[in-house]
């Protein structure tokens, strides 16, 4: 058993990990400040006597006795980490050396939530971890996608300098159940559209692309890299399998047996044209793969959407 802090864990991904952190006998302390996060995903942990909810947001320093650090508070979404992108740079920098500064004093491992969005918009693909990406310092996605390389940058600092023990995992995009009904990201508002009977807004053309990975997996993945014994990473999570954003919303409207029509809206600046991760490196060194196929998960994240619909 150890002691493991979750920073965000009363987001999406996070509320899955400290699940699941939990039901494998660990003590769990969740510090969120809830500015994308929400009582609501974690209220059923709230009884386990080895839950902690702590309400703290990481620009502050903390001192806490911990094992292990999963850092995942920042904001996700483009709407929400564009809100506010000076906080979301403060997020990630300096959140991200209070958590370093934490886990070297308390000599704990810690575990860095990278994005696929260090690679930008992509000259290579699919994409490997040595791919150095193509990103706009200067655009409106920079506070997170400059954000979180500077995360990286400080993750391998601390390492070189310090010996803190870190992990880094790049998260292509994740879905499924307890993404917030406002989120704004593609599969979230697919399905609460399409649930709605309302227009489904495909931004641009909708011939760019991603690749889904279910929430199960990722937290699976997340696991596998904070306890294997020496890689440092980086390493991709991710889903291989890619879809065009029309074909992704057609596909939505077959599976809700909506009455949805698709509307075009303007290609929001600098986002990505193509994005699918290179996963031989996980499958080498963690023996990851994706298991929950895109019908099943999305079912899965339907079946949420339909029951938050209607409470
Ligand atoms: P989310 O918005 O649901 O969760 C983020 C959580 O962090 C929220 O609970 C929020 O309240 C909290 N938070 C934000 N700023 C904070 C601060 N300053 N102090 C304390 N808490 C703060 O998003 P998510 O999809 O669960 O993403 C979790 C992590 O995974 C993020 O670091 C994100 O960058 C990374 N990630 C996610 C995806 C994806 O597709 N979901 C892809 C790449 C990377
Ligand atoms: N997108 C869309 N309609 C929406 C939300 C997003 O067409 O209502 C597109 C968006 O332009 C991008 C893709 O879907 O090309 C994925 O967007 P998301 O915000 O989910 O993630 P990211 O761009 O960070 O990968």
Same mark, same amino acid.
């Given at each position: ?37 929400? %009582?609501?995903?974690?209220?059923? #942990? *709230?009884? /386990?006597?080895?839950f902690e ?5 990481? &620009?502050?320093? =903390? ?34 050396i209070?958590m ?40 409106p ?6 954000? %979180?390389?500077?995360?990286?940058? #400080? *993750?391998? /600092? ?9 992990? &880094?995992?790049? =998260?292509?995009?994740?879905?499924g ?7 704004g ?17 495909v931004?641009?053309?909708?011939d760019?692309?991603?690749s ?11 696991i596998?890299m904070?306890?294997?014994p ?13 879809h ?14 909506s009455?949805s ?13 193509q ?6 490196l ?13 019908d ?15 409470g």
């Amino acid at each position: 058993m150890s002691r493991i802090l979750v920073t965000g864990g009363a987001g999406f991904i996070g509320s899955h990990l400290c699940e699941r952190l939990l039901n494998e006998g660990n003590e769990v302390v969740c510090l969120d400040n809830f500015f994308t996060g929400s %009582k609501d995903n974690i209220i059923h #942990l *709230m009884d /386990d006597k080895k839950f902690e909810l702590i309400r703290h947001d990481i &620009i502050e320093p =903390i001192l806490l006795e911990v094992d292990q650090i999963y850092n995942l508070a920042s904001p996700a979404s483009p709407i929400h980490y564009q809100y506010n992108p000076v906080k979301t740079t403060k997020t990630n920098v300096m959140g991200t050396i209070n958590m370093l500064g934490l886990a070297k004093r308390v000599r704990a491992r810690i575990l860095q939530a990278s994005t696929s969005e260090v690679y930008g918009d992509p000259t290579v693909h699919p994409q490997k971890e040595d791919y150095w990406g193509n990103v706009n310092p200067i655009g409106p996605r920079s506070c997170y996608d400059e954000g %979180k390389r500077v995360a990286e940058t #400080l *993750m391998m /600092d601390y390492y070189r300098q310090n010996n803190v023990e870190i992990r &880094i995992l790049r =998260i292509f995009n994740t879905y499924g159940p307890r993404m917030a009904l406002n989120d704004g990201r593609v599969v979230s508002n697919f399905i609460v559209q399409a649930l709605k009977g309302e227009d489904i807004t495909v931004y641009g053309k909708g011939d760019q692309t991603r690749s889904f990975c279910y929430v199960s997996d990722l937290v699976d993945g997340l696991i596998r890299m904070m306890n294997q014994p020496d890689f440092i990473g980086p390493v991709n999570i991710g889903n291989p399998h890619e879809h065009t954003i029309l074909e992704f919303a057609e596909k939505i409207i077959a599976m809700t047996d909506s009455k949805s029509r698709v509307s075009f809206k303007p290609l929001p600046q600098d986002d990505p044209k193509q994005r699918q991760p290179d996963i031989t490196l996980a499958q080498e060194k963690l023996g990851w793969n994706p298991r929950v196929s895109i019908d099943e998960g999305l079912r899965l994240t339907i079946e949420y959407f339909k029951t938050k619909l209607k409470g």
